[in-house]
């Protein structure tokens, strides 16, 4: 068993509870656990990519601002570690949703999605030029202070 097997399934289980959880410090920290286990166990995570990617489009519309914080990172995190996998899989749907966030009004939130939006330029993701020229104009466009 691999190191990733080992940690990611016990992560598995935490996830919905804690996903769930009336608690915002709970929701940031399983979104933080989805950003580390990203990084660190990338294998095991290919399985459940979808999953996870759901769990971080969902919590990016949260009421609080420290958890839809989180999803982005955790958004940013499983795009750089997955090798491309998340803008074949589900690049345009990510795509809307950090568009969805830089058109916010929290500038430290809008921030991290304005940086976020780098992977979406790979040369191996056609079909996502669509987006380009949106992404760039929330990228480009002047924070709101």
Same mark, same amino acid.
Request: aromatic share 6%; glycine share 6%.
């Given at each position: 068993?691999?190191?990733?097997?080992?940690?990611?399934?016990?992560?598995?289980?935490?996830?919905?509870?804690?996903?769930?959880?009336?608690?915002?410090?709970?929701?940031?920290?399983?979104?933080?656990?989805?950003? =580390? +286990?990203? *990084?660190? %166990?990338?294998?095991?995570? @290919?399985?459940? &990519?979808? !999953?996870?990617?759901?769990?971080?489009?969902?919590?990016?519309?949260?009421?609080?601002?420290?958890?839809?914080?989180?999803?982005?990172?955790?958004?940013?995190?499983?795009?750089?570690?997955?090798?491309? =996998? +998340?803008? *074949?899989? %589900?690049?345009?749907?990510? @795509?809307?949703? &950090?568009? !969805?966030?830089?058109?916010?009004?929290?500038?430290?939130?809008?921030?991290?999605?304005?940086?976020?939006?780098?992977?979406?330029?790979?040369?191996?993701?056609?079909?996502?030029?669509?987006?380009?020229?949106?992404?760039?104009?929330?990228?480009?466009?002047?924070?709101?202070?």
């Amino acid at each position: 068993m691999t190191t990733g097997e080992v940690i990611f399934h016990p992560f598995l289980e935490a996830l919905t509870p804690m996903l769930n959880s009336p608690i915002w410090q709970r929701r940031h920290a399983i979104l933080s656990a989805i950003a =580390a +286990v990203a *990084e660190g %166990c990338p294998d095991a995570v @290919l399985d459940h &990519l979808s !999953e996870l990617k759901n769990v971080a489009v969902r919590c990016a519309r949260d009421d609080h601002p420290r958890v839809r914080y989180a999803a982005v990172y955790a958004i940013g995190q499983l795009c750089t570690d997955m090798d491309g =996998a +998340v803008q *074949e899989e %589900c690049g345009e749907e990510i @795509l809307r949703t &950090l568009i !969805e966030v830089a058109r916010g009004r929290e500038p430290r939130y809008v921030s991290r999605a304005r940086r976020e939006h780098s992977w979406a330029d790979g040369p191996s993701v056609d079909r996502l030029q669509a987006f380009a020229g949106e992404i760039r104009f929330e990228v480009e466009r002047p924070e709101i202070h």
